[in-house]
């Protein structure tokens, strides 16, 4: 599996930006999970949100819970992050992974994409 994840960008505090992780080469099972990380600058790589590809379900970190939305097109084998009210401190490389034994924790992720730039001025 080959994840591409364009879209990122320079936004102003406040403003909204949505993010797109492209699948391809396989497609994704019902069971696998499709995730959102980020790392800042000097920090660790944390973990933003998640969602099993079939049913939907979704968890997200307590930093971004009701102002990020994570969400799929299965025929398009798209996931989408949805982010509103942004901040500064969200200022980070977004990177999609993919975890396809459908292991539900924020870890064990094998397919990763190259991340993308997100840059929130205040």
């Known amino acids: 599996v080959q994840l591409q994840a364009p879209g990122g960008g320079l936004v102003q505090a406040g403003d909204s930006l949505k993010l797109s992780c492209v699948a391809s080469?396989?497609?994704?099972?019902?069971?696998?999970?499709v995730a959102w990380f980020r790392q800042a600058p000097g920090k660790e790589r944390e973990f933003v949100a998640q969602i099993r590809w079939g049913g939907g379900t979704t968890a997200y970190a307590n930093s971004v819970k009701g102002r990020f939305t994570i969400s799929r097109d299965k025929p398009k084998e798209t996931a989408y992050l949805q982010m509103n009210s942004l901040k500064a401190e969200d200022t980070a490389v977004y990177f999609c992974a993919a975890n396809l034994r459908g292991i539900w924790s924020r870890e064990d992720f094998d397919y990763w994409g190259q991340g993308t730039l997100v840059t929130v001025s205040s």
């Open positions: 080469g396989s497609a994704f099972s019902s069971g696998a999970i």
